[in-house]
């Protein structure tokens, strides 16, 4: 296992700190400018949805893979974009799965780096981890077949296949990565690496330029009558469903309202947590490289979202297609007083 494959583990933290360079020397030095380079790579790769392989293969070449690490982590930390926090996590997170279909020995050290200790249950056969190990890595997936429920439990142990265990490292490796991001970093050390954080903005603004429907200013005159319910709904302080919640937050996010527009809407709910909140609205807007567009009319109505429709939801089948339609209408014609309060 090349240490440099999975920096965000222990042992490359100690190699890191073994090789004694100041911080100083990373920024200025122009031997590690080429560290500096691929750190401003990982951080670009994350904003366009993965990290490109290097092929290192001198002391040097992987010395300064391993370094550029921790100097991404710091342009990370510059940049102050939360959306790029867990990009930049989830990609550094696919490198390591990806290097991990490469080890020929299996992944149980980087297992025990990451705090799992599985079990080869037979030769060639497949893996057993404790449950609650099992919970602790699995808890961020979302898919069915790892619903602790769905998988087969004796003795408190179950069984995983080899791609399996892979997929649940490649989550603890993104949570470890996530871990302490953003950095404290010094106003002067982000000054000093403007000539990579110039380009890495301009590649976030292009990317949110790429993820917004420009529908103008937010209009709330012009929302449907789905949106204005849920919308009265949290005002009046009632938990809405996750299903509306899913749908209002998205639908929000794509009439170009910010997160933190979104998360104060959430503050009157009587279990209003708002770092829960706050990770739910991010990961919408695509904190984790997919951004989720709000579901469909007939999915609205299917999970009892649909408060009933108006003339023109006759007309469309989707909450955005409503706005967007409201918006080209020269003047809003007044809506009914109950439609207002969203009863």
């Known amino acids: ?111 025990e780096e990451l705090g799992l200790h599985p079990q080869m249950a037979g030769a060639g056969g497949p893996w057993r981890i404790h449950f609650s190990e099992y919970i602790r890595a699995a808890h961020g997936m979302k898919s069915a077949k790892w619903k602790l429920v769905n998988r ?36 002067r050390i982000c000054a000093s690496l403007q000539e990579y954080l110039g380009p890495l903005r301009a590649d976030l603004e292009r990317l949110a330029a790429r993820q917004r429907v420009d529908l103008g200013r937010v209009e709330e005159g012009a929302f449907p009558p789905c949106i204005r319910k849920m919308l009265a709904d949290v005002a009046k302080g009632a938990n809405l469903a996750h299903s509306a919640r899913f749908a209002l937050v998205s639908f929000l996010l794509q009439i170009n309202m910010s997160p933190e527009q979104i998360i104060s809407i959430f503050n009157t709910s009587p279990d209003f947590d708002a770092e829960r909140t706050r990770y739910q609205v991010e990961h919408i807007a695509g904190a984790t490289g997919t951004r989720y567009r709000p579901p469909a009319c007939a999915t ?35 809506l009914p007083a109950e439609q207002k309060e969203g009863t």
Do not use: W
């Open 1 to 111: 296992m090349r240490v440099s494959d999975y920096p965000f583990t222990e042992e490359a933290a100690e190699r890191v700190r073994s090789c004694g360079y100041p911080l100083e020397s990373l920024l200025c030095k122009a031997s590690f400018k080429t560290v500096r380079s691929r750190a401003a790579e990982r951080v670009a790769g994350a904003i366009g949805g993965g990290i490109a392989e290097r092929a290192a293969r001198t002391d040097a070449e992987l010395l300064a893979e391993l370094l550029s690490y921790p100097l991404a982590r710091v342009m990370v930390s510059c940049l102050g974009d939360p959306i790029l926090l867990r990009r930049y996590a989830l990609a550094e997170a696919k490198l390591a799965y990806r290097h991990m279909q490469e080890e020929k020995d299996g992944v149980a050290a980087l297992a």
């Open 152 to 187: 087969d439990l004796a003795g408190g142990y179950l069984t995983v296949t080899e791609e399996e265990l892979k997929r649940l490292l490649e989550e603890a490796a993104r949570e470890r990565v996530l871990k302490g991001l953003p950095l404290p970093v010094d106003e």
């Open 300 to 334: 609205m109505a299917t999970y009892g979202n649909c408060p009933g429709e108006d003339e023109l939801c006759r007309g469309v089948r989707h909450p955005l297609s409503y706005y967007e339609r409201r918006i080209k209408m020269r003047s809003l014609k007044p």
